[in-house]
């Protein structure tokens, strides 16, 4: 309610949705409506503005695509054309190697499995994830030593072609936690929850310019989602004043550490 190009969508939170949860208690998710609708509203007003360069609905659906929500399942099959191309403006400093890498993590969050097939010859970080497969699974530690060959690879290239020593620091970190991302997500999407989450680990000690909001609070829902609300509500805490944008999260992460923790029984020593 109330929304508009500069002013955040309020939830009323006159009614809440109940599920059931341990020990026979209830847990209202009101809290996530209201995370969902700012993001939604952060999202309309970037394809408002993208909407100059003509590919507003594409660069959406591209980079958005691996960090939807199961209810948006209608959306994540929308993806653009194979053939549509992200321009080198829209790769510099993000997490795609090369242009076709954001249609591989596009169509990975559907299908991994045939987005590799399909990608493997084509995007750098299919063609990587494909040597780090055994038996139609992703072997994290095969992932981690392939984004530390890359990050050594990266960083030869660039010190073959530029004299800039920021360079050398910045572009070979890309290139490591961009594999190790990819990595978990696939292994998110190929229902390997456990290897996803070794590999979000890795990811969440990334420092400097590599460390990703976007991440941040994709990991920080993961960890909600596995029942550790006060890790995750440390996790936006702790780099809230780095990125404002993280504050969004912190009312309804709040509310849902506070409530968990009031219809939860404790099973063991608390303090």
């Not at 404002?244 to 999260?249: F, I």
Request: charged content about 20%.
């Amino acid at each position: 309610a109330g929304a508009s190009a500069k002013s955040l969508p309020k939830w009323e939170q006159t009614s809440h949705y109940s599920l059931p949860s341990a020990g026979n208690n209830n847990m209202e998710m009101s809290e996530g409506t209201a995370l969902w609708l700012q993001a939604k509203w952060h999202e309309d007003q970037a394809v408002s503005i993208l909407k100059e360069s003509g590919k507003a609905t594409e660069l959406a659906a591209l980079t958005l695509a691996p960090w939807r929500l199961p209810f948006e399942a209608k959306i994540k099959n929308e993806l653009p054309d194979a053939t549509s191309t992200l321009s080198d403006d829209w790769l510099f400093f993000s997490f795609f190697l090369v242009p076709q890498d954001a249609h591989f993590l596009a169509a990975m969050s559907n299908n991994p499995q045939d987005a590799l097939n399909t990608w493997k010859d084509k995007s750098i970080l299919a063609t990587l994830l494909a040597k780090c497969m055994d038996s139609g699974k992703i072997i994290p530690e095969r992932v981690i030593d392939a984004s530390a060959v890359l990050e050594k690879d990266i960083l030869t290239l660039v010190k073959e072609r530029t004299d800039i020593p920021l360079f050398y620091e910045v572009f070979p970190l890309f290139a490591k936690y961009s594999l190790l991302r990819a990595g978990a997500l696939f292994a998110e999407a190929n229902g390997q929850h456990r290897d996803s989450g070794m590999l979000r680990l890795n990811v969440r000690e990334a420092s400097g310019p590599v460390r990703d909001p976007v991440f941040l609070i994709a990991f920080s829902a993961w960890e909600a989602g596995n029942k550790s609300t006060q890790r995750a509500q440390d996790l936006i805490h702790e780099y809230a004043s780095q990125f404002p944008a993280l504050h969004s999260a912190r009312v309804p992460l709040d509310s849902l550490h506070i409530r968990r923790g009031k219809e939860t029984v404790p099973v063991g020593p608390t303090h």
